[in-house]
C-alpha cells in the first residue's frame, strides 16, 4: 500500500509542478474531486482505532513478577544513562534504578508482537522495531527504531512486579536545508511522512504509551517514507 501511495504522491506532485505537461495539468481537479476527501485507511482513522484499541491491557505493572536475577543482562552504558535521566523525570514508586535488567528480544504490547532491532530471525528486515509511538509530551505520533526492550522489577504496596521499557532512537525530521520537499504534508489524513535516515539520541518509553508498527519505505538517499500502522487484535 505505502508503495502505492508514494507512486500516487510523486504523481499528484507532478501534476502540481511548473514542469508538469500542459495536457496532464489539466487533470489535477479531477484527482481533489475524486480523493480530496477520502478518509479511508488514513491516519485519522488509525488514530480513532488507536485510542480505543492499542495497550489497554497493558497491566504488567499490576501482576506479580516471578523473576530470576541471575537471566538479567548488563544494560548497555547508553541505555543505562537514558534510563537515569528518564528516573530524574518521573517519580516512580516502588522502582530504583539498576544497571541490569532482563532483557527481551520480543514482547507482545497491546496484542501486538514488538522486537529489538537485532532480534534476528525473529525481526526480518526489523519490520517488529519500526514504530510509531506516542510522545508523553505531546499527541502527534513519531517515528522511530527500537533498540532494546527490557524489564526491571518494581515493587509497590509490598508486591513485586515489572515495568517494561523500550529504548528507542526517534528518526530525525527532514528540514528545509535538506532540500527535499515532502510530497506527503498535502496529505496528513494519510499518515504518511518524509524522514530523514539519521537517528535520535536514544530515549527511554514505557510499554504503557501508545505504540504501533509502520512501514519503511526509502524514498532517496537519506531519506524514507514512514507510515504508521494500526493491525486490529
Same mark, same amino acid.
Given at each position: 500500500?505505502?508503495?502505492?501511495?508514494?507512486?500516487?504522491?510523486?504523481?499528484?506532485?507532478?501534476?502540481?509542478?511548473?514542469?508538469?505537461?500542459?495536457?496532464?495539468?489539466?487533470?489535477a481537479?479531477?484527482?481533489? %474531486?475524486?480523493? *480530496?476527501?477520502?478518509?479511508?485507511?488514513?491516519l485519522t482513522n488509525d488514530l480513532h482505532t488507536l485510542d480505543n484499541s492499542l495497550n489497554e491491557d497493558v497491566s504488567d505493572q499490576e501482576?506479580?513478577?516471578?523473576?530470576?536475577?541471575?537471566?538479567?543482562?548488563?544494560l548497555e552504558p547508553v541505555i543505562h544513562e537514558a534510563l537515569i535521566s528518564f528516573a530524574h523525570s518521573h517519580n516512580i514508586e516502588g522502582w530504583t534504578v539498576g544497571a541490569q535488567a532482563f532483557v527481551h528480544k520480543t514482547? %507482545?504490547?497491546? *496484542?501486538?508482537?514488538?522486537a529489538e532491532l537485532k532480534a534476528g530471525g525473529k525481526n526480518t528486515k526489523g519490520r517488529h522495531s519500526t514504530i510509531f509511538f506516542q510522545p508523553e509530551t505531546g499527541i502527534e505520533l513519531v517515528p522511530g527504531m527500537i533498540r532494546k526492550i527490557f524489564s526491571?522489577?518494581?515493587?509497590r504496596r509490598g508486591v513485586k512486579s515489572r515495568m517494561v521499557f523500550l529504548a528507542v532512537h526517534r528518526y530525525e525530521r527532514l528540514s528545509a536545508s535538506d532540500g527535499e520537499e515532502d510530497p506527503f504534508?498535502?496529505?496528513?489524513?494519510?499518515?504518511?511522512?518524509?524522514?530523514?535516515?539519521?537517528?535520535?539520541?536514544?530515549e527511554i518509553i514505557t510499554s504503557?504509551?501508545?505504540?504501533?508498527?509502520?512501514?519503511?519505505?526509502?524514498?532517496?538517499d537519506g531519506a524514507n517514507v514512514l507510515r504508521p500502522i494500526d493491525r486490529v487484535r
Open positions: 500500500m505505502l508503495k502505492s501511495f508514494c507512486a500516487a504522491a510523486n504523481l499528484r506532485a507532478l501534476v502540481q509542478s511548473d514542469r508538469c505537461p500542459n495536457v496532464i495539468q489539466t487533470c481537479h479531477l484527482l481533489d %474531486e475524486c480523493y *480530496g476527501q477520502d478518509q479511508r485507511g488514513t501482576k506479580t513478577w516471578d523473576y530470576d536475577q541471575d537471566k538479567f543482562e548488563r514482547y %507482545e504490547i497491546g *496484542g501486538l508482537q514488538f526491571v522489577p518494581c515493587e504534508s498535502q496529505y496528513e489524513g494519510f499518515g504518511a511522512g518524509l524522514w530523514s535516515e539519521k537517528l535520535c539520541p536514544l504503557a504509551q501508545k505504540i504501533c508498527h509502520a512501514t519503511l519505505r526509502r524514498w532517496k
